[in-house]
């Protein structure tokens, strides 16, 4: 028996479940592609399959609506792969563990991928359906929406009809997305040199952390690992004099950072100096975050003696000074929509390498000056230690449209099916709702989707009871969409 055999609506949980049994992570989405590709051509649905392993895939009208106004549905293929340090599934050729906990489907020891899987497997058992009433679908999945929405920039939208799309990207039932911020990602580079230094060696550990979206959970004040490593780390250098051999943490830039591990080295008198210091620093942060992050743990561990090729003083200065400098984080919050974030930054991927320090950003806002006044920020300071900084995916924001008929038809649906208003709001995080709009002209879009908590975390888990009310709400809607 398959883990979702019994869940409602079961066309939607069975394809769900297909596709977390074939690995789809951010720039590993052929397979999962060809899958979306043999589904239509088997059905003998008209389907495009482009080079970078977009899908557009359409089915005319059911009786009655073959004249409508064709609609859009669009999700993304890719998911975030983060996982327990413990847990042994390899993102690149293993499927995903599902198992059931009352309400919720989740993924034992990572992420789940409902975002966006959710949306994918909402689309096909539409695209399956010989039951369901329905105008002219057309059907946008794309690639690599997590690393910088390079598939909606590379797809070729030429051939749609639609001017009515419907983003199933978003994570909280109810709420009906009008608007979100653009972003980018920034990696930062900046050469170090080495030299033998000889001492006791220890790891230290900074995990624990609840991680998160960084742009859905940036402003939670969450402990951010990376951040905590270059305040640690500067403090212990400060205290005790540490070399440092081996830095790294974070998986994803557009995922807040559970987890960093440093190799230090250390004069083997200074040794209970250090841990002194090290537990010291580990009262102030569980003091610090016992609300927002109360998990936090900072440990040291011994791992032998000898000499190796540490960070020489001046390297150490310009790493330090680096992630005590970076800015990261909310930077301003919006004054037209209260409570929405309208810039911040996430430094999601650290590694030192043997001659440079690799750190990588999400950078979002909803002002696109402000988008570049912070990665200019991130440029000078590390121009200024003699590194480099290269862009990639940079995406516009989608802007609130005053006017919207198809935020109307939805509002009606939704109050005709639950009895009570919809909550219409704009999002810190990025949809691709901004470079479509830009690529259709006069496209009306609005995002919307089932509960999905602690997305871009291995304690991400979907509401199976709210994923049955959101399928009845597109039903709906596609019935009313004449």
Not at 364 to 372: A, N
Request: overall charge negative; hydrophobic content about 40%; aromatic content about 8%.
């Amino acid at each position: 028996m398959s883990v979702c055999e019994n869940l409602e609506p079961r066309q939607v949980f069975r394809f769900f479940e297909e596709i977390c049994a074939i690995p789809h992570g951010s720039g590993n989405t052929k397979a999962i592609s060809d899958y979306c590709a043999a589904f239509a051509r088997e059905r003998g649905l008209f389907v495009v399959q482009d080079a970078v392993h977009n899908i557009i895939i359409t089915k005319p009208g059911t009786a009655g609506y073959e004249n409508a106004e064709p609609v859009i549905l669009q999700g993304h293929l890719d998911m975030v792969c983060e996982k327990e340090a413990d847990c042994a599934v390899d993102f690149t050729k293993d499927g995903l563990e599902l198992y059931v906990d009352g309400d919720f489907l989740k993924a034992r020891g990572t992420t789940l991928g409902g975002d966006d899987g959710i949306a994918v497997a909402y689309a096909l058992a539409l695209l399956d359906s010989q039951t369901i009433a329905h105008p002219p679908l057309e059907v946008v999945l794309t690639v690599d929406e997590e690393t910088g929405m390079e598939g909606a920039n590379a797809i070729d939208v030429s051939m749609l009809k639609g001017r009515k799309l419907l983003n199933i990207d978003s994570d909280e039932e109810g709420i009906f997305l009008t608007g979100c911020a653009g972003g980018l990602r920034a990696d930062c580079g900046i050469p170090v040199y080495r030299s033998q230094r000889a001492g006791d060696f220890y790891e230290l550990r900074i995990y624990g952390l609840m991680g998160g979206h960084s742009g859905g959970e940036i402003h939670k004040e969450r402990a951010n690992a990376i951040a905590l490593a270059g305040r640690v780390l500067k403090a212990l250098e400060d205290e005790v004099g540490v070399g440092l051999k081996a830095l790294h943490g974070g998986l994803m830039d557009n995922a807040i950072p559970r987890e960093v591990s440093a190799t230090l080295v250390a004069e083997a008198e200074q040794k209970e100096a250090l841990k002194e210091a090290v537990a010291k620093w580990r009262e102030i942060l569980k003091k610090e975050y016992r609300t927002a992050d109360p998990g936090l743990e900072l440990a040291l561990d011994e791992c032998g003696s000898g000499t190796c090729l540490a960070l020489d003083a001046g390297s150490m200065v310009k790493v330090l000074f680096f992630l005590r400098h970076m800015p990261w984080g909310v930077q301003h919050m919006s004054m037209e929509i209260p409570g929405l974030v309208e810039t911040s930054l996430n430094p999601g991927i650290m590694k030192l390498e043997e001659d440079m320090l690799k750190v990588s950003f999400s950078v979002r806002s909803s002002v696109t000056s402000r988008k570049y006044e912070v990665t200019d920020r991130l440029t000078f300071l590390t121009e200024f230690l003699g590194g480099e900084l290269t862009v990639h995916g940079d995406y516009p924001a989608w802007e609130y449209k005053a006017d919207s008929a198809l935020r109307d038809l939805m509002a009606d649906c939704y109050r005709d099916l639950f009895g009570k208003e919809p909550q219409i709001q704009a999002i810190h995080a990025g949809l691709e709702c901004g470079i479509l709009s830009g690529k259709i002209p006069d496209l009306d879009c609005i995002s919307f989707g089932p509960n999905n908590f602690d997305i871009h975390t291995p304690k991400e888990r979907l509401s199976i009871s709210s994923t049955e009310r959101v399928w009845k709400l597109l039903v709906e809607f596609l019935k009313r969409a004449r």
